[in-house]
Structure formats: C-alpha cells, structure tokens
C-alpha cells in the first residue's frame, strides 16, 4: 500500500493558513537554479516550509548546512532523520557565501541538521561558514539558528560565537509540558534557556540572541506566555512564534488552529515582557523576514 495516501483526518486548512503557488515572477526560480546548482541545502525545502513561495520570490532563504539527515526524530520536523553518511562537506561553507553573494544577501540566515555524530556537533562548521560568509559579504549581518550541541555546550557556543554572527538563534520550539513528548530524551527546554543565556555570557560582543515557539501542537496560551516569559528571563532579544504543520501522517497532529487574534495577543504579551521584536502570526517561521526581525529589534 501506498504511504503517501492522502490525511484524511488532519483538519481543514482555515483560510488564513493558505499561500500562493510559486509563481515565475519573482526571483523563485533564479534561487532554487543556484541552490540546487551549488548542492546546497535549504530549510526552506528541507522542512517544506508554506512560505517558500514569498521568500525565495523575494530572492531569500536560509541555507541548511552540515548534510541533510538529522541524528534527532523531533515528532514536529520533516526534516529527514538517521544516521549521516558522510562528515560534513568542508567546501560547504565556500559554496553558501557563494549563493548568498551572488543572491546579494544583506541578512544571511543559516541553519543545520543536528550532527550528534561529530565530535563538536559541527560548531566548527559553523563557524567557517559564518566566517566564509563575512569574508565574502563583509556588509551583510549573519544570524546562526544552531542546534543545543549536545555534551560540548560550552566549547561549542566559543566557537561559533568567535566568528562574530550578529544574531544567535537556538529554538525552544514548545512549551515546558510538551518539550519531552515533541523532543525527544535528548533535548531539553531548561538546556535551550540555558544555551540561550550563556550565548551572551559567552560572546564578548552584544550578540542578538533569539527563539522560536511552534504553536498547535498541544499547548494553552497560558503556557505560551509562560514560555514567552521563561525566554525574557533568559535575555532572548527576538521571538517568533507560528503555527505547525502536519508534515506527513507520521508526525505529530495538528492539535489546533490558532487564529490570527490569538498570533495577536501572544505579541502583545511578548511586547509587554519587553522583547525587541515579536513576530506572531500563522505562517511566520523562525527565518520569516529575519532581517526584518533584527531590525525591528536595533530600533528600539
Ligand atoms: S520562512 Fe524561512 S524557511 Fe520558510 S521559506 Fe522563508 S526563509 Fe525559508
């Protein structure tokens, strides 16, 4: 039998979850040429990301380093997960500042799978790839969305903060209650806060530091602020918060729809606790207007 049968039993999309096709107007297809032409990965595709019509229309995305598996299974990502063939590509970091100079990117934004598998976790890919990235683009800003770097936190946070990314990214992605279910033994939502602290401790310059909640995967709005408040407490400087997705029959359902007035007040709440920047809505993602984000954040 066919696993790609339709979901039956996921919920109809209400009207504000709903995006536009790709459309050859725009700088779509000029990105995916170079993406795919460089063999480069993408969040953006990796994750099936809905906004991906708009921003690479937009002539943006975030490039996704250090492979494409996952050593992690979190019950919310389509991310492919297993153990990875091959260590990471050292002309990896080469080729992203290649894309994004010839995108002429003012704010790149890199991601990556979570390498378990290697010894620093890939914090020195990183690293090479932040400082690739200013050595090609010395004007643009560079924010790094990276794993919890299992077992070396300290040394790994040192080195990636060493090449100087404006923003320092790490997502707490659920509330306190559903951190274990949706994340895995492995991951955990104090270490997230934690990372997120010491990022600032550890950096030696004023480092942007930022997260992001999926929403729709369980939680009460209560617990949202709780979680908002826990990120404030931490000095996290920009938040984003948007609706999840069901990326296949295999992950996690949909608990729940939240509408546009809840996105709404969760940024009245989160202005209140005094982020810089809230970015709350459906569709926004981690790396939605991530320029946009920061500066909204130096503006005040
Ligand atoms: S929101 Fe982020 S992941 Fe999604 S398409 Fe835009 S840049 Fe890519």
């Keep these: 039998m066919s696993s790609s049968l339709p979901v039956t039993d996921r919920p109809r999309r209400p009207e504000w979850m709903k995006v ?12 995916q040429r170079l993406v795919h032409g460089l063999r480069l990965h993408t969040i953006c595709e990796e994750a099936r990301c809905p906004n991906i019509s708009e921003c690479w229309g937009r002539g943006t995305a975030t490039f996704q380093i250090l492979g494409d598996t996952c050593t992690r299974a979190c019950r919310y990502c389509y991310v492919d997960s297993g ?6 590509d050292a002309l990896e970091p080469l ?3 290649q894309a994004a100079a010839q995108m002429a990117l003012k704010h790149v934004v890199v991601t990556s799978v979570d390498r378990d598998d290697v010894a620093d976790c890939g ?4 690293a090479a790839t932040i ?3 200013k ?13 919890d770097f299992l077992g070396v936190e300290e040394e790994a946070l040192a080195t990636v903060l060493a090449a100087r990314p404006e923003v320092f990214n790490h997502n707490i992605e659920t509330v306190r209650r559903l951190h274990p279910h949706m994340r895995g033994a492995k991951a955990s939502y104090d270490k997230a806060l934690w990372l997120l602290q010491r990022a600032k401790e550890v950096a030696g310059y004023d480092v942007m530091t930022k997260s992001g909640i999926i929403v729709g995967l369980g939680e009460r709005n209560e617990e949202v602020v709780e979680t908002l408040r826990d990120l404030r407490a931490s000095g996290v400087d920009v938040v984003t918060i948007g609706q999840y997705l069901q990326p296949s029959p295999k992950h996690a359902k949909i608990d729940r729809w939240v509408h546009p007035d809840e996105f709404r007040w969760f940024r009245e709440q989160g202005e209140k606790l005094g982020f810089g920047s809230v970015f709350s809505g459906p ?11 920061r500066h909204a954040a130096l503006a005040l």
């Excluded at 050595?135 to 794993?147: G, M, N, Q």
């Design 20 to 31: 536009r096709a790709p459309s050859p107007d725009g700088r779509y297809f000029d990105v």
């Design 83 to 88: 153990r990875p063939d091959a260590p990471p």
């Design 95 to 97: 080729r992203v500042a």
């Design 123 to 126: 914090a020195a890919h990183y």
């Design 131 to 133: 400082r690739a990235l």
């Design 135 to 147: 050595a090609k683009l010395p004007d643009a800003s560079v924010e790094v969305l990276t794993p």
């Design 283 to 293: 569709l926004v993602r981690s790396s939605y207007r991530a320029d946009e984000q």
